[in-house]
């Protein structure tokens, strides 16, 4: 059972443009909401992540939009780079143990 | 600040056959999670340790094990391969104190290709 479904499985934008990702969890007991950049080879590394008392949270280009009563939250990658382009993934879990339930995952790739 | 180390980064193995994966934590981190990840999926919860003790796991059978040394690292053991469980396996630590967490840090996984 998938805790966590994320869409799409892949997108492609030209330089500049901003991909958007979407996520939708099923567990009311998440309160902790990361999402991960993985470049191939590599570990996931933390990009960015969001607490439900909040709507909306910025770190440089990467934003993230919550919407705790859909049970929905995105990442938009504004004036996305070539260097951007990375499998990326939602999360979900309980603060309190970090156990994370990922999605996908979703394959961007920016075009110069 | 040493990041997540994980050994060797790839491996084959044959059905049947024994394995085991190796962790060293973040510097300063006390908690170790392991996840697999197969080819063109997100990671999947394998389980948790803390202090030494499992402290919670996912939809794993019994032959995946581990052990957490008194230095916060790590091992994962699997018995009994399946071609399945051909996958990345990645370690990440991470910081508990009380019943506060802090975010995961990833290694770079071992590659585990059953044969």
């Known amino acids: 059972q998938q805790q966590v479904k994320q869409s799409p499985q892949s997108l492609i934008v030209q330089k500049g443009g901003i991909p958007i990702i979407n996520c939708a969890y099923e567990?009311?007991?998440?309160?902790?909401f990361p999402w991960y950049q993985q470049f191939p080879g590599k570990g996931p590394a933390l990009l960015i992540a969001i607490r439900p008392d909040v709507s909306e949270k910025k770190e440089g280009r990467f934003t993230i939009s919550f919407n705790k009563s859909a049970k929905q939250f995105s990442l938009h990658i504004m004036d996305s780079q070539p260097g951007d382009s990375a499998t990326y993934f939602c999360?979900?879990?309980?603060?309190?143990?970090?156990?994370?339930?990922f999605g996908a995952g979703t394959t961007v790739t920016v075009r110069a | 600040e040493t990041g997540v180390t994980q050994s060797p980064t790839h491996l084959i193995k044959t059905r049947g056959q024994q394995v085991t994966l190796r962790c060293s934590s973040q510097s300063g981190h006390n908690t170790v999670s392991w996840y697999q990840q197969a080819l063109g999926q997100g990671p999947q919860f394998i389980f948790q340790y803390y202090r030494e003790e499992e402290n919670g796991r996912g939809n794993f059978p019994p032959r995946f094990s581990g052990l957490q040394f008194p230095n916060y690292s790590s091992e994962l053991n699997v018995n009994a391969l399946e071609l399945d469980d051909s996958a990345l396996y990645l370690c990440?630590?991470?910081?508990?104190?009380?019943?506060?967490?802090?975010?995961?840090?990833f290694g770079n996984g071992t590659r585990l290709t059953v044969t």
């Open positions: 567990n009311t007991a998440f309160d902790y």
């Open positions: 990440a630590s991470s910081l508990v104190s009380g019943h506060v967490g802090s975010p995961l840090h």
């Open positions: 999360a979900a879990s309980k603060q309190d143990d970090y156990k994370l339930s």
